[in-house]
């Protein structure tokens, strides 16, 4: 069985930073492109930022580019989303998600699979 447990959520300053960390279990971590989404209150789900099966290729939503950084351990079947430069818009529920292949696909919103998130919170 699939499990995504996230870690790393808060609360923080504007201007602050968190990392962010997934957990992964249940399937061959190293094979899959993971992404991480996230969902403010009262709004849909917003995908973030994208890391192909090997790490070498990532993608992100115009919203964070420049100040968030998706990363991957493959030895360690996790995933990290460093968040930088928060900012009160970015105040949201972040889970991490698996993509049905090896390939990261921007704005994919359509997983078979999620976490139960970990709450961002951004507020001075």
């Known amino acids: 069985e699939v499990q995504l447990v996230e870690s790393g959520g808060g609360l923080v300053q504007p201007g602050g930073s968190l990392r962010l960390a997934c957990a992964a279990s249940g399937f061959t971590f190293s094979k899959y492109a993971m992404s991480w989404v996230r969902q403010a209150p009262g709004k849909g789900l917003e995908w973030v930022s994208g890391?192909?099966?090997?790490?070498?290729?990532?993608s992100s939503a115009d919203s964070v580019k420049g100040r968030f950084a998706i990363s991957r351990d493959n030895a360690k079947n996790t995933l990290y989303l460093q968040m930088n430069s928060l900012k009160p818009e970015d105040t949201a529920v972040y889970s991490c998600?698996?993509?049905?292949?090896?390939?990261?696909?921007?704005?994919?919103?359509?997983?078979?699979?999620w976490g139960q998130g970990t709450q961002v919170t951004v507020s001075s």
């Open positions: 998600a698996k993509y049905p292949s090896k390939i990261v696909v921007p704005n994919f919103l359509d997983f078979a699979k």
């Open positions: 890391i192909d099966s090997g790490g070498g290729t990532t």
